[in-house]
C-alpha cells in the first residue's frame, strides 16, 4: 500500500480543477461520482474509507449532454457537475480579444527566448483576426511561437504559416501598396476602422503609446505619429494613455 496522496486528498479543502473531464472513462466515472457525491473515497489498495471537502471545477470541449444521451458519459455524473455552467465563448466569436491575446503571448514567448517584441502591422491583426482558431487560444500561442521562431528582423511572418488560413466567409485583407492598406475603403470607413484598430492596440497594451510593448511598436508605427493620431481622433484617455 502507498501512502501518496492522490489529487483530491491533496486538495482537501481547497478546489481541484479536472480538465477535459469527458476523457475520463466510464468505468472511472462512478468512482467519480461517489466522491463527489459522498465525499468519499479510498485509496488504491486501501480499505480505510477517507472523507473529503473539495469544490470541483470541470471543463471539457466536448457536449457532454450529447455525449451522455450517447451513452459514452454517465448522465448522473453530467448532472452532478453541472450546477454552475459557465460557457466559454470560442476564440473565433470574439476577435476583438485577439490584439490582447496576441500581445500578451508574444511577451511571454519573447522573455523565454531572450527576443525582441516584434512589430505588428495592422494587416497583421485583421488576418489574424479572420482566422477560425479552431484550437482557440492554445493555437494561438502555438502560432505565435512558431511565427517567432521563423521570423527575422523586427516584423512577424505570418506568410510561412499554413495553419493561418481564414475562416469560413471570412477573407484576408486585400494586398494593397504599403502606403495605401486601406485603398479599397471610403475615407469615413477608413477613419473608423484607424480609430477601432488604435484602440483595440492601446487595449492590447494597456495604455502605452512609447517604447518596447508599446501600442506604436504593435502597430509598426512611429509613437510620435500613433500620440498624435489618438489626439487627433479624440481617443479618450479610459481607452489608452499617450504617454510614456
Known amino acids: 500500500m502507498s501512502d501518496r496522496a492522490g489529487r483530491f486528498e491533496l486538495a482537501h479543502s481547497g478546489t481541484l480543477f479536472l480538465d477535459e473531464v469527458g476523457e475520463i472513462p466510464l468505468e472511472l466515472q462512478g468512482k467519480l461520482l461517489r466522491v463527489l457525491q459522498e465525499g468519499q473515497f479510498e485509496r488504491v489498495g486501501d480499505s480505510r474509507t477517507r472523507n473529503v471537502d473539495v469544490r470541483v471545477i470541470a471543463a ?21 457537475l453541472n450546477v454552475f455552467p459557465i460557457k466559454s465563448v470560442p476564440l473565433r466569436e470574439r476577435p476583438e480579444d485577439i ?7 508574444l511577451s511571454k514567448i519573447c522573455r523565454r527566448f531572450g527576443r525582441e517584441m ?3 502591422t495592422r494587416a497583421d491583426i485583421e488576418r489574424l483576426q479572420g482566422y ?3 484550437g482557440n487560444v492554445r493555437e494561438l500561442q502555438n502560432v505565435m511561437e512558431r511565427a517567432l521562431i521563423v521570423s527575422t528582423g523586427r516584423g ?7 495553419v493561418v488560413r481564414p475562416a469560413p466567409g471570412a477573407e484576408f485583407p486585400p ?13 469615413t470607413e477608413r477613419k473608423r476602422r484607424d480609430r477601432e484598430t ?8 494597456c495604455g502605452k503609446v512609447f517604447g518596447p510593448g508599446g ?27 499617450a504617454g510614456q
Not at 471539457?60 to 452532478?80: H, K, Q
Not at 490584439?99 to 503571448?105: N, T
Not at 512577424?156 to 499554413?162: I, K, T
Not at 487627433?232 to 489608452?240: E, F, L, T, V
Request: proline share 9%.
Open 99 to 105: 490584439p490582447l491575446l496576441v500581445f500578451h503571448c
Open 60 to 80: 471539457s470541449n466536448r457536449d457532454l449532454l450529447g455525449e451522455a444521451r450517447a451513452g459514452r458519459f454517465r448522465e448522473d455524473l453530467y448532472f452532478r
Open 198 to 205: 488604435i484602440m483595440r492596440a492601446l487595449s492590447a497594451c
Open 156 to 162: 512577424l511572418d505570418l506568410d510561412l504559416l499554413p
Open 175 to 187: 494586398a494593397q501598396p504599403a502606403g495605401d492598406p486601406d485603398g479599397l475603403l471610403t475615407e
Open 118 to 120: 516584434p512589430r505588428l
Open 215 to 241: 501600442a506604436a511598436e504593435l502597430l509598426g508605427v512611429k509613437p510620435t505619429t500613433l500620440a498624435s493620431r489618438i489626439k487627433r481622433m479624440g481617443i479618450p484617455k479610459a481607452s489608452g494613455s
Open 132 to 134: 477560425d482558431w479552431p
